[in-house]
Each structure stands twice: as structure tokens, then as C-alpha cells.
């Protein structure tokens, strides 16, 4: 990150969320600028040109999904989506369209701050250009195709190491079951979900010390899996 | 006596009634005739004309004016209902056109001739039925009609004129008109109009005198007129007395029978008392006995006996039916029962040997009658009495089985005729006559008798080959056994007819008893239907259709066999019966034309609907039958209101459980949203209170309780929202093949921090098959067991979570350490807003979480059971169906 601080235009029509975010984000030292509506939106992010884009899909005059597809017609800006729980399938779509994390309202603080730097991180970036990936005790080095944990060497089947190499490049977010079949498995496969289940099954035997709680591969409940960061330490909450 | 003055000075009740339900009816003016030509059309059209001019709106139904012009000149300003054209064999007719006059609704309607017969395929057969319809709807009526058409004068009048009228009207009609008229013209003045012209074209005028328009009949069809229309007056009369309490010089409660038989005469018996008990102000009813033989009659004698019957109920009487075997006996009982002050019977029209044989039932009656004054009337022979009944092919077979019985006896007789003596003998033909007796009934064992004393005498009787007797002795043997041989088959017969009376009696209350267990069996209305269809058309054999009312329109609602057709014509007729309350179709006098009977199904109160069975084209149902149909349609309609009156029972159950729910609801809602609102509220002040002071510590414990309570704030919420979309249907599963290891870590993951004071002892058994579950809404089943399991259980023990496969499915188990379950509430902890009482513990939660949980998990197919365990504290078990399990994959799995 550099010396300038980070731009986050605030798409929501409530002023007290606005409010709250304006002031939460504020002591993060990031530049808050805000808009209630969804073509005030659109307005703001051409003429401002913020880092990043926090949307809440429910908007009242353009629907959400609609403003991340029209900006993405023009623009690869960062857009983090808020929306309430339960609507899996809006937020599928709103990745689907270009959206590149969700947070589910009511959300804690820190895992917005977490998505926020996460997907920035990935945007400056591009590409991971670290060929080795070192969180807690997990380690894979990406040029050597090795995965240890605590030093020891696991062996992972090719479709496995696939899947969690995915997982690592784009570490801290969310990857649907879509992304990851289309990654893995190739075009066709996108409806499959069953194949990613059991390959995750076997990868969390492998790499997880209590699979029946993971660490490192973490479940999005009807959307797909993510990566957790190590900075990410918290509990995402619902 | 007094008792009776008293009554007959309190108004009567039923005087009263019919009162008033003349006030609701339209008003019935007749202007009665002697003949044709007296001029009743004029009369009436005058009659009309002033009240036109009162500004009453009244409308010409049907108006005949044959021509006359003066009559013709009375219609001028009198609106006609224009008339119906009905097509008929090629013909167009016109009728009078009943569903306009109904939606026109004038105030006032003239209706000519009265006792006209419409054409084939009207609603009624009879304009005297129209008219009733149109006084029902309280339209006014004014009509006209001749004496000679009166039901009960038809008999006098046809002696009178020699002719027999074959257009009749129900005296009722002119019973219950408000005003009669007499239009009375002298027979020398009719006679002079005949000649004038004024009645008839001339060549019809010239044969009409000579035939009908004698003086003589003249002046008999006006006395009848007058005095008919002096009853009328005299009726009037004594109502009003009635009606106001005036006592007056009432005549003693007659009350006549008339004692109706299977013979032609019966229907004029049927008049007869009808007159007489009209001229005596007198109560009167038809009775027939239904003996043990009535089942031999053929059809056409027993449909004759319930016309005539129901001729009865036509002309004001009661009929009734009464089983029995002596006629005489049970007449008089039924008789004296009824407290009958005459019995009016026709002359026998049996033949003298039955007679003797069985007795005269008039005899025997004016024998048994005691103080009952009985009346015979003479049968006038004139009606065309019944083809004789021919013994069927049946009975053929019967009188050659009977001979070859008595054959078989000479056989026998033969064989042993050198060990029996004589007498002994004739023991072997009685046997043959008892045996036909009692298989082939009374005629052919009577044949049987006479068949063995021939043979007996020819073939065993000295001397032999020859119907001579010898001996004196021989003659009396003969004498006796033919005594004894008839005798026994009298008895014999008789016993059989009974039994089969019995066995006829016996099987119609078999089917109806058949019919009400099977009502009472069916519970909901679509079963009760369904099954009144079934029964009804496996037991009668006749296409059946049920129809209930819904709304103002009368629908469809069961039929079998479900392929049966019931075209508009009969939807109308079956519509009718609805309205009216009364049969309509095949056999009945509304719309017969239709091959459907429609039954009224009438329950205590109401009618509930219409019974309709197919009658095939030229049969009829025959009267056993019908009343065995009312009584189905009727117990029917008594099952129809008990399912209608459960299915509103229900509702009411429904509602008051809604009721109870909402009201648990709210009171669920207003405390579980205030209570977190209020901490979060009452932390937040304190924390803004700018003069209190807080240690960073304290300050942390605030701001930590503001966050639980959020959580639990936001908790609540979700409940609310997945109760509200599992009840709305909304709730749709996203499923997707899964391991419920996955869904327990993600649940687990989700939870952490209330989990954060509990140890967790988690037990997935490896190798689990997949379940095609939907993960985020499974996923909230756990989090709300969880929940659940920490809110019971004291801080510091552990929660246990396993999962294992038990046969064909895969069972989660979420167990505690705490107090267990309540009995009292194991039962309904899952219902709604149920809460288990937490004494004085923390808040029970929101009654909402395990009524989520097993929503959930039912649409999945799966169950939830909660239970206690052994070791103490609750367990609560999900069981998940392993469908199948996932599609297999599309190449081998990678080894690792």
C-alpha cells in the first residue's frame, strides 16, 4: 500500500450504515466518500475514481446487481458487496457479475476490513508474484508445487493441489464452486459441485488437524470456499 | 267438549299460516266457467283492463281469444309477453313463455285456459304448474278454466256429458285462490250464443251442440259450478272464522279413508272421498295395505297404485302405506289409530271362488269396523282395467314342474302300491302338492292338487283306468284329499309369499343399512360423495350424480361411472329441484322429458342438494324403488351436512390454534426484541454519560454485552424470517450433494464465539455417504441446536456432536450436559412459540429455533426427535435419508 490513503466510496441508502462506516473506516485511516443511490453510484465512481467500491445491493432506484454490471463495462475497480443473509444465489450472481467479495449484513467490523485489504492486496498485485504462501503452519511453495505443514511434506493428489493453489492465489476471498470447477476442472464442469466437495473432503484430511473444524479451508455456505487469510483472524460472523 | 271450544277460539295456528303464506305468494283470481263460450277471456280481459287503468302493470301471459273480435278489442293497451316456439316431431309449437314472464315480474298476469297441457320438452307438463311457479315468484295471476276440468268433478262430469276429460286441474288450485269468479250465463243464453256464433265457427258450433251443448248438460255443469264455487265461498268463510277466533257451529272432526286397492276403481274411490270429505269439512287419507302378495303383482298394477296414491296427496289428502297381512285387519287398526270416523272401499273386483276362499275384504272390514261407518262405492267398470296378468314363462315352468312333481308321486305310488294301502297313498301326491307349494307358490300347487286327484282316481281308485268311484268310502278319501291338498297349499303358498315378502323387505333395508355404514364410515365431504356416488350406482345399477350448491350456482360434484354425461337440459331440471326443493325428471311432472330423476337430498333443515339417476329411455322407476331412493338421497344429505358441519368444525379449530399462535407470537416478539434492545440501549447511554467515569475494562464489558445482544438481535430476526418463509411455502431447498461433516464445520465455524465457553467433542464417523441436502438451511439447523444446547446447559461442560450412519440413513446427534427436557414439554418442544420454562435461569430463548429445525428437516425428508439421555441432559436427533448418493464422477478419483 502506498503513502496515499485508500479511497472507499460507500454505496448504501441508509444513512446510519453510511454513517457508521464513515466513522469506523475513518479511524482505519482510510478516505471515505459516499453515495445513498445507485446512479449516484455510477456518477461518483466515474468522476472520483475511488480504490474501492462498498455496494449494498438493495438500492432504490437501480438494483445493485445492475450497477456492478454497468460499471464493469468500463471499469475493473475493486467492489466489495453488502447484502443481507440468505440470498445466496444474489450473491452468487453479484460475483458472477464482477463483484470481487461480499460481506453479509450484519457484519462485523474486522471482516470488512479483512475482505477490503484482501481483495486491494490481490488488485495490486495482480497475480500472486510470492511463489511461496506461508500461513500458520500451512506452506506451499507455488513454484515448486510442494504443500508442508510444520515443515513436513504432504502429498496431494493433482486435482487437490489444483484446488488449493486456486485457494491460495486468490487467498482471503471467496471463490465460488463455479470459479473453482471452471479453474480446475475445466469448461463443463461447472455444475459438478459434488466433485469439489469430495476433493475438499480429502484435501482437509490432509492439511486441516481437525477436519471436522477448518482452519485454512474455509465453507461459504451455498456460495463456494475461501482461503483465510492469516491476518484474517477472526470469526466471520453472521 | 269445552277443551275443544277453547281451541276454537284461539286463532289457529295453522289458519294463520296459511294466511300469511298467501300474503308472500302472488294472488290467484279464477274465473270459473260452467262451458266453454260463457265468456271467462272477456270477463278476464275486462277485469284487466280496470286494473290497467288503476296503474297496475299487468302483462298478458297467454290470451286465446279464438277469433271473437270483441274479445280481441279488450287486449288494446295490455303488453304481451311474447310466446316460446318449441320444436317438436317437425312441428313448431308455441307455448306460453314461463322464464319471461318470471324476468319480466309484472305485478299482474293473465294466464288463459288453465288446465292446457303444454307441448312435450316445456318444464312442466301442465300450464296449472307454470302458474304455481309464477305465484311462487308473488306475481299475481288472473285465469280462467271450466268446470268439467276439476281432478275431483271428473268422474261426475264425464256421467254427466259421457265424456272423460282428459286436461284435469288439482282442486287444490281453486282451494287456495284468493277469489274465485263465476261467470254464469244461462244455458238458453249460451245455447243462443253457440247459435250465433260467438263460441264456435259455425259447422264446429253445429256438431258441439249436439254432442256437449245439450241443455241437460248445460244445466248439470252450471249447478256444479255453483255449487262448487258456494263451497269455495263457504271455505273462505270458515278460515276467516278460524283466523279471527270466531267461534261458530263447526261440524264434529270428521276424518274419511278411502281404502285403496290394486283394482281400477281405486282412483275414483280417490275422488269420491275427496268430495265427500270436502262437503263435510272432514280430513281425509288414501291407505293401502301392502301385503305379502303386492311383490306378485305385476309393474303396471303397482304403478297404478302409487299414481293413484299420489292422486291422493294431488287432491289435499295423505296418502300412506302400511305393510301387513289381512288388508281388513290392518285398515281398520290403521283406521281406528288414525281416529277415522268412515272408511270409504270400492266394491270387490275378485272373483267369487276367491272370495269364498280367502274371505271378502269388505266383509270382513264392515265385520272388524266396530263404530266406523263404512261406505262402498260402486266401480264403474268404464276404466280400462288392466290387461289380466298372463301366467310369464317363469310361471309356465312353474305349473310343468308342478306336474311332473305329481308324476313322479303316480311313479311311487305305482312302485309301492302293493305294500301302502290306499289312504297311505294319497300321503305321496299330498307331499308332491306341498312340494310345489312351497317352491312354485299357490297356482301351480292348486294345479298340483287337482292334477293328483285325477291321477289318483284314474290310476289307484277301483275301479282303475277310469274317473269313476266305486266305493262310498273311495268318494270321501277323494273329497278329503282334495280338501287337505288345497288347504295345504293355501298355507304352504302363503308361508312362501311371506317368506319372500321378508326377503324383499329384508334386502331394502339391507341396502339402505349398507348405504348409512357406509355414509358413516366416509369422513371429509369428498369421501362422503364419493362414496353415496359408489354405492348408490353399484347398488341400483343406475348412472348417479351428486350436485351441491355452490354459491348461487348448483355444481357438479361427484358422478359414476365418471364417463357419465349429464347434458344442460338435465343440469336445468336438476337446478329446478334445488329451487324447488321437489323431484324433477323421468317419471315426475317437472321437465319428464329429461332420462335423469332428480331427488331433493334434504337434510333436517335444508336441502343440501340433488340426487340424480339415469333412467334408461322407456322404463320407469317403479314406486318401491323411488321411495327406497328418497330415503337414500335423504340419508345421503344427513352425511353430506355432517362432513359440512365437520369441515366447519375444522376451521373453527384452525382458527382458534391461529388465534392461540398469534397471541404467543406477540408476546414471543415483544420480549425477545426488547430485551436485547433494552441492554443495548441502556449500555449505550451509560457509555455516553459524559460525567460517569469507566475503567477501559469496564468500558470493554459494555461494549462486548451491546455486541452479544446485537447477535442475539440479529438471531431472532432470522428465526423470524425462515419461520415466516417455511409457512408461507416460500422456502425452497437449494440441494446439492454434500457431507454433513462439512455442514457441522461450517456450523461449528459460523458459531465460535457463544460456543467460546463450551468444550466440543465432535464425532464424524468417516466414509459417510453424501446427502443431497441444502447446506445453508442444514447449516442453520445445527447453529439452532447448538444454540439451543448452550442455553440449557451450564457453562463449562461439554456439547457433544456426532454423526453416523444407522441402515438406509444418516443420523446428527446434538447432546448436552444439562438438566434434560421436561417431560410435560418433550412432546411439544418443537410446536411453535413453545418454551420450555427456564425458572430462574436466563432467557428460554424464542420458542422459535426447534420448530425451524424441524421444518427444515421434514422438507428434507428427514426427522427430529428429541429425547433425554441416560447420563443426564437433553438429545436431540436428526435422521437424513441417504438418497442414493452423488451422480459418480466422470473419470477416477485421483489416489493420494
Redesign the interface.
Known amino acids: 500500500m502506498g503513502e496515499q490513503p485508500v479511497r472507499v466510496l460507500v454505496v448504501d441508502d441508509e444513512p446510519q450504515i453510511r454513517r457508521f462506516l464513515r466513522t469506523s473506516l475513518g479511524a482505519y485511516h482510510y478516505q471515505v466518500a459516499e453515495a445513498a443511490r445507485g446512479e449516484e453510484a455510477i456518477a461518483k465512481t466515474a468522476t472520483d475514481r475511488p480504490d474501492i467500491l462498498v455496494l449494498d445491493l438493495g438500492l432504490p432506484d437501480v438494483d445493485g446487481l445492475d450497477v456492478i454490471r454497468r460499471i464493469r463495462e468500463w471499469s475493473s475497480i475493486p467492489i466489495i458487496v453488502l447484502s443481507v443473509?440468505?440470498r445466496?444465489?444474489d450473491k452468487i450472481q453479484a460475483l458472477d457479475y464482477g463483484a470481487d467479495d461480499y460481506v453479509t449484513k450484519?457484519f462485523s467490523m474486522g471482516e470488512l476490513l479483512a475482505r477490503i485489504r484482501a481483495t486491494l492486496r490481490h488488485r495490486l498485485r495482480g497475480e500472486t508474484d510470492q511463489p511461496v504462501y506461508h500461513n500458520g503452519a500451512l506452506t506451499v511453495d507455488l513454484a515448486r508445487r510442494l504443500v508442508t505443514i510444520d515443515g513436513r511434506e504432504v502429498?496431494?493428489?493433482?486435482?487437490?493441489y489444483e484446488i488449493l493453489r486456486t485457494l491460495v492465489v486468490h487467498s482471503g476471498k471467496v471463490m465460488t464452486h463455479q470459479q473453482l470447477l471452471r479453474q480446475v476442472w475445466g469448461l463443463g464442469y461447472e455444475n459438478?459441485?459434488?466433485?469439489l466437495?469430495?476433493h475438499?473432503?480429502?484435501l482437509r484430511q490432509?492439511i486441516e488437524a481437525?477436519?471436522?473444524?477448518?482452519r485454512y479451508i474455509?465453507?461459504e455456505?451455498?456460495v463456494g470456499y475461501r482461503l483465510r487469510d492469516p491476518e484474517d483472524n477472526r470469526?466471520?460472523?453472521? | 267438549m269445552t277443551e275443544h271450544d277453547d281451541s276454537e277460539r284461539r286463532p289457529s295456528p295453522d289458519a294463520l299460516l296459511s294466511m300469511a303464506q298467501q300474503e308472500q305468494r302472488g294472488r290467484l283470481k279464477v274465473f270459473l266457467g260452467a262451458a266453454p263460450g260463457v265468456g271467462k277471456t272477456y270477463a278476464m280481459l275486462e277485469a284487466a283492463q280496470v286494473r290497467r287503468r288503476e296503474g297496475i302493470d299487468v302483462v298478458i301471459g297467454v290470451v286465446e281469444t279464438h277469433g271473437r273480435q270483441e274479445t280481441e278489442a279488450l287486449l288494446e293497451g295490455l303488453e304481451v309477453i311474447p310466446r316460446q316456439r318449441i320444436e317438436y316431431k317437425g312441428h313448431a309449437l308455441t307455448e306460453m313463455n314461463l322464464d319471461a314472464i318470471l324476468a319480466r315480474r309484472p305485478k299482474l298476469v293473465l294466464v288463459d285456459e288453465l288446465a292446457h297441457t303444454n307441448a312435450p320438452g316445456s318444464r312442466h307438463p301442465k300450464r296449472y304448474q307454470d302458474v304455481e311457479e309464477i305465484l311462487a315468484a308473488a306475481i299475481d295471476v288472473y285465469t280462467t278454466v271450466n268446470i268439467q276440468h276439476l281432478e275431483s268433478l271428473n268422474d261426475v262430469v264425464a256421467q254427466i256429458t259421457g265424456i272423460r276429460v282428459a286436461e284435469r286441474i288439482p282442486d287444490r288450485l281453486l282451494d287456495r285462490a284468493d277469489e274465485i269468479e263465476l261467470i254464469d250465463l244461462s244455458p238458453d243464453e249460451l245455447l243462443q250464443r253457440l247459435r250465433e256464433g260467438k263460441v264456435y265457427v259455425p259447422e264446429q258450433a253445429e256438431k258441439a251442440v249436439r254432442n256437449y251443448f245439450r241443455p241437460g248438460n248445460l244445466t248439470a255443469l252450471r249447478e256444479l259450478s255453483l255449487r262448487r264455487t258456494a263451497q269455495r265461498v263457504d271455505d273462505q268463510m270458515r278460515t276467516y272464522m278460524h283466523a279471527h277466533a270466531i267461534p261458530g257451529p263447526w261440524p264434529t272432526q270428521d276424518r274419511i279413508m278411502a281404502c285403496v286397492s290394486a283394482g281400477p276403481g281405486s282412483e275414483r274411490l280417490v275422488r269420491s272421498s275427496k268430495i265427500r270429505a270436502d262437503r263435510r269439512h272432514a280430513e281425509w287419507l288414501a291407505v293401502y295395505v301392502e301385503t305379502p302378495a303386492h311383490y306378485r303383482r305385476s309393474e303396471a298394477e303397482r304403478d297404478r297404485i302409487a299414481q293413484t296414491l299420489r292422486l291422493a296427496e294431488q287432491l289435499g289428502g295423505e296418502a300412506a302405506v302400511i305393510p301387513g297381512e289381512n288388508v281388513a285387519e290392518e285398515l281398520v287398526r290403521y283406521a281406528k289409530s288414525r281416529n277415522v270416523t268412515e272408511l270409504m272401499i270400492g266394491k270387490s273386483s275378485r272373483p267369487r271362488w276367491r272370495e269364498i276362499l280367502s274371505g271378502s275384504i269388505v266383509n270382513n272390514l264392515i265385520r272388524l269396523s266396530g263404530n266406523i261407518d263404512v261406505y262402498v262405492i260402486t266401480d264403474e267398470g268404464k276404466q280400462a282395467s288392466l290387461p289380466a296378468t298372463r301366467p310369464s314363462p317363469r310361471h309356465l315352468d312353474a305349473y310343468v314342474w308342478s306336474a311332473v312333481a305329481v308324476s313322479v308321486a303316480a311313479l311311487v305310488a305305482r312302485v309301492l302300491d302293493d305294500v301302502l294301502t290306499l289312504p297311505n297313498l294319497s300321503m305321496i301326491f299330498l307331499a308332491a302338492v306341498l312340494l310345489s307349494a312351497t317352491i312354485w307358490g299357490l297356482g301351480p300347487s292348486i294345479f298340483a292338487s287337482i292334477l293328483s286327484i285325477l291321477v289318483y282316481d284314474f290310476f289307484f281308485v277301483e275301479p282303475t283306468f277310469t274317473l269313476t268311484v266305486a266305493s262310498p268310502q273311495d268318494v270321501f278319501a277323494l273329497v278329503m284329499l282334495l280338501i287337505v291338498a288345497i288347504l295345504t297349499s293355501n298355507l304352504a303358498g302363503r308361508v312362501r309369499d311371506q317368506a319372500r315378502a321378508a326377503r324383499r323387505r329384508e334386502a331394502r333395508t339391507n341396502v339402505l343399512y349398507e348405504f348409512s355404514r357406509e355414509m358413516a364410515a366416509s369422513a371429509g365431504l369428498d369421501n362422503v360423495l364419493r362414496a353415496i356416488a359408489k354405492d348408490l350406482h353399484e347398488s341400483q345399477g343406475m348412472d348417479v350424480a351428486v350436485f351441491l350448491p355452490r354459491g348461487t350456482t348448483l355444481d357438479l360434484s361427484a358422478i359414476q361411472p365418471t364417463d357419465a354425461i349429464v347434458d344442460a337440459q338435465a343440469r336445468a331440471a336438476a337446478t329446478w329441484t334445488w329451487q324447488h326443493s321437489e323431484a324433477t325428471g323421468s317419471g315426475t311432472d317437472t321437465l319428464p322429458g329429461v332420462n335423469w330423476l332428480f331427488l331433493p337430498m334434504q337434510a333436517a333443515q335444508t336441502t343440501v342438494g340433488v340426487l340424480g339417476l339415469r333412467v334408461e329411455k322407456g322404463k320407469t322407476i317403479a314406486p318401491d324403488q323411488r321411495r327406497l331412493l328418497v330415503a337414500m338421497a335423504n340419508q345421503g344429505a344427513v352425511a353430506i351436512e355432517r362432513a359440512e358441519l365437520a369441515a366447519v368444525m375444522e376451521e373453527t379449530r384452525v382458527l382458534a390454534e391461529t388465534e392461540r399462535l398469534r397471541t404467543a407470537m406477540l408476546s414471543s416478539i415483544s420480549h425477545d426484541l426488547r430485551t436485547p434492545l433494552a441492554t443495548i440501549s441502556g449500555a449505550t447511554e451509560t457509555l455516553l454519560d459524559m460525567d460517569a467515569e469507566y475503567t477501559p475494562e469496564e468500558q470493554r464489558d459494555l461494549l462486548e454485552t451491546i455486541q452479544e445482544e446485537a447477535a442475539r438481535l440479529n438471531r431472532f430476526v432470522g428465526n423470524l424470517l425462515d419461520m415466516t418463509r417455511l409457512e408461507s411455502g416460500a422456502l425452497e431447498l437449494n440441494c446439492d450433494w454434500v457431507e454433513i461433516g462439512d455442514v457441522i464445520g461450517a456450523a461449528l465455524g459460523r458459531e465460535a464465539s457463544f460456543l467460546a465457553n463450551y468444550r466440543l467433542d465432535v464425532d464424524v464417523e468417516p466414509r459417510l455417504p453424501m446427502l443431497h441436502l441444502d447446506f445453508v438451511l442444514m447449516e442453520q439447523v445445527l447453529v439452532n441446536l447448538l444454540d439451543n444446547a448452550a442455553k440449557f446447559s451450564p457453562p463449562g461442560t461439554t456439547i457433544h456432536l456426532s454423526a453416523q450412519k444407522a441402515g438406509k440413513m444418516v443420523q446428527v446427534d446434538v447432546m448436552d450436559e444439562g438438566p434434560g427436557i421436561p417431560l410435560e414439554d418433550l412432546k411439544r418442544i418443537f410446536d411453535k412459540f413453545h418454551r420450555v420454562r427456564g425458572g430462574d435461569r436466563r432467557s428460554a430463548g424464542t420458542g422459535l429455533g426447534l420448530s425451524i429445525c424441524q421444518g427444515i428437516v421434514e422438507a428434507h425428508g428427514g426427522a427430529i426427535e428429541a429425547s433425554n439421555r441416560a447420563e443426564g441432559g437433553a438429545l436431540f436427533r436428526i435422521t437424513l435419508p441417504v438418497n442414493g448418493g452423488p451422480p459418480k464422477m466422470r473419470q477416477e478419483l485421483d489416489g493420494g
Request: charged letters at 35%; aromatic letters at 2%; glycine letters at 6%.
Open positions: 443473509r440468505d445466496e444465489t450484519p502429498r496431494l493428489a493433482p486435482k487437490e459438478e459441485t459434488h466433485y466437495r469430495v475438499i473432503g480429502q490432509k481437525d477436519p471436522a473444524q477448518p474455509i465453507t455456505p451455498g470469526a466471520p460472523e453472521r
